[in-house]
């Protein structure tokens, strides 16, 4: 009877040992998490946070054409109106076409990350299903599965977020 009094007392202190230390090992994990994860998220920015300058801006090769034309336009006493319709006519068909490929680029990019994220979904599913087995219940590939699964998890919500803001993007530019 006295030798069961003090391997219980052995026992009970082994045991508060492990749950403290584990409880330590959980912090420093959330620890270093924190660290790894950036202090501020980064700033993306748009055509309109600057304001659409790129496109307002004249080419170089359009400045001495224009430059030239209204020289001798004023030379000849024209006036120079003959000339403005069709260089503004190309300005807008050319803002036409950028608008275009700026769309389909978009749209490609947005059908792109749904794409991925469907993948995403489909390998949850199948690490899911991997998982619930318990046949293979305490395995070095179960820890690795779990692992992936997390990693898959995490991966998949950032293509969800980025999804949404193409989708928000879209709205914004009336693509959709």
């Known amino acids: 009877m006295r030798l069961v009094h003090p391997a219980a007392l052995a026992g009970a202190a082994l045991i508060l040992a492990s749950v403290a230390s584990a409880q330590g090992i959980g912090d420093a994990a959330e620890k270093e998490k924190a660290k ?47 000339a403005k319709p069709k260089s503004e006519g190309d300005a807008e068909k050319e803002a036409a076409e950028r608008a275009a490929k700026e769309e389909a680029a978009w749209r490609d990019e947005l059908d792109r990350t749904r794409k991925a994220e469907e993948d995403c979904r489909k390998a949850i ?8 087995d318990v046949s293979t219940m305490y395995t070095p590939s179960r820890a690795r599965a779990m692992t992936t699964l997390e990693d898959t998890k995490k991966k998949q919500a950032e293509l969800q977020a980025r999804i949404t803001t193409l989708e928000v993007e879209g709205r914004s530019k009336g693509y959709r």
């Open 125 to 132: 599913d199948d690490l899911q299903t991997q998982l619930n």
């Open 36 to 82: 790894k994860k950036p202090s501020a998220p980064a700033k993306v920015y748009t055509e309109s946070d600057i304001g659409g300058q790129s496109v307002a801006a004249p080419t170089p090769a359009a400045e001495p054409a224009a430059g030239a034309g209204t020289g001798t336009a004023a030379a000849s006493g024209t006036g120079g109106t003959e």
